[in-house]
């Protein structure tokens, strides 16, 4: 058993003391698996941090007892721990990227954690890297044990952060966004190996994850974490069938799906506090739609819920206090905290309201009839040389992506979907003219221009073969949103000079006045505080920083925008008003995605026409309804079972 009591963590900050974690209490048994959720910046992270014992420098314990077995973890020496961490308990982060060691082969990396936990040495602990490797899906696993960390999709460099945490076999693992950046049918596999792993072993796992579907298929308990506290704690059963707190209830509603397409989803309004600042009642309070007269003087503790016939714990006084509330307002999906929520049918149901074929998209997020072309692409080939000649020659050569051709409409979106490494990510980088000097791309990629009043247009634009100015101009007309917001932003800028990057060079018109006014309201659009402009990329969690790369994209006015997994860090709450943002983006400015993404749930709510890729190939495509309510081919079938689903009815 793992237990953590009253656990508090503290952090010296510029701005005052930030309270990370205030009072947790959470016990973790051998054999079960316990999710904590919530919003990007609630503590989740520093959560698993703490338990490791790996906080930052200005961190520290301020008080609170982590036990393993009776032993308090919190005494032991750094050296005594050392054998704890990874030995018995084990750790995924969050960001493969920035986790693997980007000079050392994945195969040593792997290698290292087997021999410093295990008895195994030398050929034997190779084989055994070799074996997690095939385990957690990474193909040829003979040959890419011997390969670097930059040379692997961001998929396969988590399986790989997976395999080596495995391997030397934890009684205890703490994954932090374990299947983040996995397509749906190797995220169905790395969690059927987890929970294999629970039944011969007994493993112990405290999963942190934002995907619900996810929960609602592995964890036996749930916690619901705000703003440094837990608010509500119960089974997984109960937590979606019954959700009690009102913030546990509009992320419920925040899920994206083929029922509520069409419409905004339930975005919670505004940003979790700053956590240095000092709460005087309930901290949810100023985002609630619940609000009693109490709640903004009056500190709730978490308490038993009563009535309940199981264990179920919430920090609200709508259970505690029998004043009615100040005014329940709906959300922003039109149904009141209150209300029930719909339950999440199937693919097939969800189309079958709607109808299917082509004629049925126009309920979707692009609705006019008829549609200018904007962009064509036409029999792409992307090759990348694997080794050279003698005399400097290319020998041999890896085919990424193998004759795809596709189109999209102004205003419409394409998504783009397919396991890690079929070339999703490869095909959005070679359109936006980001693999020039490092592979050879043939076919074309037509941009045509905005048509005239009268409705003509000029001549389209080869984007393939663009150079300086042209090019310039092009590269403000289709933006990319990267998969990675941490490899993507400056370390060494800013926000507001990562933001006004692209307009001193795009928007040569606009004087400074313009440009801060310009940030502010796109910060405004994307979630984030005002402030956020003096800070550092690293002083933000993975979700913040994505809504600053989305932001970034918006910032030129871009005609089409190449989505790499622009939800795949955020929580869904946050992923809700991204998609809201999106989609009003798309109507109002006629803005176009290429939305590439493992998130079928997404799919279903953005996307006008959907191409699935396997292998470099496109397989099947087609509209949205067709595709995904009455797929033809075996692979898609394959994606779509693979895919997570929260199973809940709310009573009023």
């Known amino acids: 058993m793992l237990k953590i009591d009253d656990l508090n963590v503290h952090l010296d900050a510029d701005a005052g003391l930030v309270r990370a974690i205030d009072g947790m209490r959470l016990t973790l048994a051998q054999g079960q698996t316990f999710a904590l959720v919530g919003e990007s910046g609630c503590g989740k992270s520093m959560t698993a941090l703490a338990l490791m014992r790996l906080l930052p420098d200005n961190g520290r314990i301020a008080g609170g007892r982590l036990e393993l077995d009776g032993q308090d973890l919190f005494d032991l020496s750094e050296a005594r721990m050392r054998d704890v961490r990874g030995g018995r308990i084990g750790m995924i982060f969050q960001e493969p990227g920035t986790s693997l060691n980007p000079v050392m082969k994945v195969g040593a990396q792997i290698v290292e954690a087997i021999e410093a936990h295990t008895p195994l040495r030398g050929e034997a602990a190779r084989k055994k890297a070799i074996d997690w490797l095939r385990r957690v899906g990474i193909p040829e696993p003979e040959r890419r044990i011997d390969e670097y960390p930059f040379r692997l999709s961001g998929g396969q460099k988590q399986r790989i952060m997976i395999a080596m945490t495995l391997a030397a076999e934890p009684d205890f693992l703490i994954a932090d966004e374990p299947t983040t950046a996995l397509d749906v049918t190797i995220q169905a596999q790395i969690l059927d190996l987890l929970k294999d792993l629970q039944r011969e072993r007994g493993l112990g796992l405290l999963l942190i994850t934002h995907d619900l579907g996810v929960v609602s298929g592995m964890a036996h308990q749930v916690a619901l974490m705000y703003a440094g506290q837990i608010v509500e704690v119960a089974s997984a059963a109960e937590f979606f069938a019954s959700p009690k707190h009102p913030y546990a209830r509009l992320l419920l509603q925040a899920l994206p799906d083929a029922q509520r397409r069409g419409e905004p989803l339930a975005a919670i309004p505004g940003t979790v506090p700053p956590l240095w600042q000092t709460f005087e009642g309930c901290r949810f309070a100023p985002r609630c739609d619940r609000t009693m007269v109490h709640c903004g003087s009056t500190r709730p503790a978490l308490a038993a819920v009563a009535g309940e016939a199981a264990a179920h714990e919430v920090r609200c006084l709508l259970y505690t206090d029998r004043q009615e509330p100040v005014a329940v307002a709906a959300t922003a999906g039109g149904a009141a905290a209150g209300a029930p929520l719909r339950s999440q049918s199937s693919l097939r149901s969800g189309f079958a309201s709607r109808g299917t074929g082509s004629g049925a998209s126009g309920s979707g997020p692009a609705s006019a009839s008829a549609s200018a072309m904007l962009l064509e692409v036409r029999d792409l080939q992307v090759r990348y040389p694997m080794s050279r000649g003698f005399f400097g020659g290319t020998k041999r050569w890896f085919d990424a992506v193998g004759g795809v051709s596709f189109s999209i409409e102004a205003g419409r979106t394409l998504a783009l979907v397919g396991e890690s490494g079929c070339g999703k990510t490869t095909s959005g980088k070679a359109i936006v003219q980001l693999l020039r000097r490092v592979a050879v791309i043939e076919g074309q990629a037509l941009l045509h221009p905005p048509a005239s009043p009268a409705g003509q247009g000029g001549a389209p634009t080869d984007l393939f073969h663009l150079d300086g100015v042209a090019l310039r101009e092009a590269r403000r007309q289709v933006q990319i949103i990267f998969q990675d917001p941490f490899a993507s932003l400056n370390p060494r800028l800013r926000v507001q000079e990562v933001l006004e990057e692209g307009l001193l060079a795009l928007r040569p018109d606009l004087d400074a006045s313009a440009r801060l006014q310009l940030l502010h309201d796109l910060l405004d659009q994307v979630g984030l505080r005002r402030d956020a402009l003096a800070r550092f990329p690293h002083e933000f969690s993975g979700g913040q920083r994505q809504r600053i790369a989305i932001a970034r994209a918006l910032a030129v006015e871009p005609r089409l925008i190449v989505c790499d997994e622009p939800t795949s860090a955020l929580d869904v709450s946050v992923q809700a ?61 394959t994606l779509l079972a693979a895919v997570p689903r929260v199973e809940r009815s709310v009573a009023p």
């Open 577 to 637: 008003q991204i998609l809201n943002l999106l989609r009003d983006l798309q109507r109002s400015r006629g803005l176009s995605y290429l939305f590439i993404t493992h998130n079928i749930g997404v799919v279903e709510y953005i996307a006008d026409e959907v191409a699935v890729m396997q292998a470099g190939r496109i397989v099947e495509s087609g509209a949205c309804d067709v595709v995904l309510g009455s797929p033809r081919e075996a692979y898609t079938r």
